[in-house]
C-alpha cells in the first residue's frame, strides 16, 4: 500500500486549507454552525459529495478525500455540520435502496438539507410498529439544525437504520448543553414517529458505517492535533523566558517533539484505515484502532499545548481552550479508547 499523498491530494489540502482560513468566521460567535459557510462549502466546494458516486450527483472520489477535508475542518473547529452529515450519507448510500438515494442524498450533497446522524452511544429507539420508532437517542451531533435523522433502531435482537424527518409527528429535538462549544449537541425523543428504513443493508453494513464514521471522525481529530501543534511551535518560537525563545528548553522541545511523534503515527493509521475503506479490506480492524489512536493523540496534544502556553491558553480569548474542548468530547463518541481497543481485540480474536 503506497503512503505517499498524490499531488492532486495535496493541491486539493492546500486550496481547502486557504478556503477555510480565508472564510472560517469567529468561533465564539458561530454558534456552532455558519449557514453561509455551510452553503459555500456545500455550492463552491461541494464537500460533501467528495466520495458520493456520480449518479447521485456526488464527486466519485474515494474516502481518501473525504478523510482530507475532515482533517482541514478539524484543524480549524468549522462550525458547520459536515461530520453529522456526511455519517448519515454513508449510512443512506450503503444501506439504503436505490430510490432512497435518489430521493435523499441530492439535497443533503447541495447543503439545501441537513442530516444528522444519531448513533454515536449505545441509545437505541424501538420499532413499535409498522413503520413507527419510539425512545430517546443523544448526543446527536447538530441535531437542532438537521431536517432529517438517520436512526439505529433495534428489533427481535436486531439493529437497523431508520431515517426520521425531523418536522414529522412525534419528534422532539432538544438542544443540550455540550462542553464543546463549536459543536452543539441535542437529544432527539422519538414517541411513534413515522420511520423510513434502509432496509437494503445487513447488520454488518451496519457496523460498517460506523467504522467509516469512526476513520473520519479520527481524520477530523488529526488535524485539531496538528493544529495544537502548529499553535505550540510558533509560541515557543515567539515566547522568551531568561532572553531566549522558551523553544529552546529542552523540556519544551521534548514535548514538541512528543507530540510530532503521536501526530505522525495518527496521520500514517488514518491514511491506512481511509484506503481500507475504500478497498474494503482490514475495515474492520483499522477503524477502531485509528479511533483510539486519534483520539489519545489529540487529548495529549490538546494537553501539552496548553501546557507550553501557560496561562494564556486557559482564556476565553485563546482558541486553545476549544481544541481541548473538540478533543474530550470526539474522544467520547462512539466509545472510549479502552472501548475501542477491546473492540479490536475482539475483531482481531486477540
Not at 492532486?8 to 478556503?19: I, S, T
Not at 463552491?44 to 447521485?56: C, D, F, R, S
Not at 491514511?271 to 483499522?286: E, I, P, V
Not at 499545548?305 to 467520547?332: C, K, M, N, P, S
Request: hydrophobic fraction near 45%; include cysteine; charge should be negative.
Amino acid at each position: 500500500m503506497d503512503f505517499d499523498y498524490s499531488i492532486e491530494h495535496d493541491d486539493f489540502r492546500a486550496a481547502l486549507r486557504g478556503f477555510l482560513r480565508d472564510h472560517a468566521p469567529d468561533l465564539r460567535a458561530a454558534d456552532g454552525h455558519d449557514s453561509g459557510l455551510w452553503r459555500r462549502l456545500c455550492s463552491e466546494l461541494e464537500l460533501p459529495g467528495l466520495h458520493i458516486p456520480a449518479e447521485y450527483g456526488g464527486a466519485g472520489a474515494t474516502l481518501v478525500e473525504t478523510a482530507i477535508a475532515c482533517t482541514e475542518l478539524g484543524r480549524t473547529l468549522a462550525p458547520v455540520a459536515f461530520a453529522a452529515n456526511i455519517f448519515a450519507m454513508e449510512a443512506i448510500l450503503r444501506m439504503g435502496d436505490e430510490e432512497q438515494r435518489k430521493s435523499l442524498l441530492p439535497g443533503l450533497l447541495s447543503g439545501e438539507r441537513i442530516a444528522a446522524f444519531a448513533g454515536y452511544g449505545p441509545q437505541a429507539a424501538d420499532v413499535v410498529g409498522d413503520g413507527l420508532l419510539t425512545g430517546e437517542c443523544g448526543p446527536v451531533l447538530h441535531g437542532h439544525v438537521a431536517d432529517l435523522f438517520v436512526v439505529p433502531a433495534g428489533r427481535d435482537g436486531g439493529l437497523s437504520l431508520h431515517v426520521v424527518r425531523a418536522d414529522g409527528p412525534g419528534v422532539c429535538v432538544e438542544r443540550l448543553p455540550s462542553f464543546d462549544l463549536t459543536r452543539p449537541v441535542a437529544a432527539l425523543r422519538l414517541s411513534h414517529a413515522p420511520a423510513e428504513a434502509l432496509a437494503a443493508g445487513t447488520s454488518g453494513d451496519v457496523d460498517r458505517v460506523l467504522d467509516v464514521a469512526r476513520v473520519l471522525l479520527a481524520a477530523e481529530m488529526l488535524g485539531g492535533a496538528e493544529a495544537c501543534l502548529d499553535m505550540t511551535v510558533d509560541y515557543a518560537c515567539r515566547r522568551t523566558q531568561f532572553d531566549r525563545p522558551i523553544g529552546s528548553f529542552q523540556a519544551v522541545k521534548h514535548a514538541c517533539a512528543e507530540m510530532m511523534i503521536e501526530i505522525d503515527a495518527t496521520r500514517a493509521a488514518v491514511m491506512y484505515a481511509a484506503m481500507s475503506a475504500t478497498t474494503g479490506d482490514d475495515l474492520h480492524l483499522a477503524a477502531p484502532l485509528v479511533k483510539a489512536q486519534a483520539a489519545d493523540t489529540f487529548v495529549q496534544c490538546a494537553g501539552t499545548a496548553i501546557q507550553v502556553h501557560g496561562g494564556i491558553a486557559f482564556t476565553w480569548e485563546h482558541d486553545l481552550h476549544l481544541y481541548f474542548r473538540r478533543a474530550t468530547t470526539a474522544a467520547a463518541l462512539f466509545g472510549s479508547s479502552a472501548h475501542h481497543r477491546a473492540l479490536l481485540a475482539d475483531r482481531a480474536g486477540i
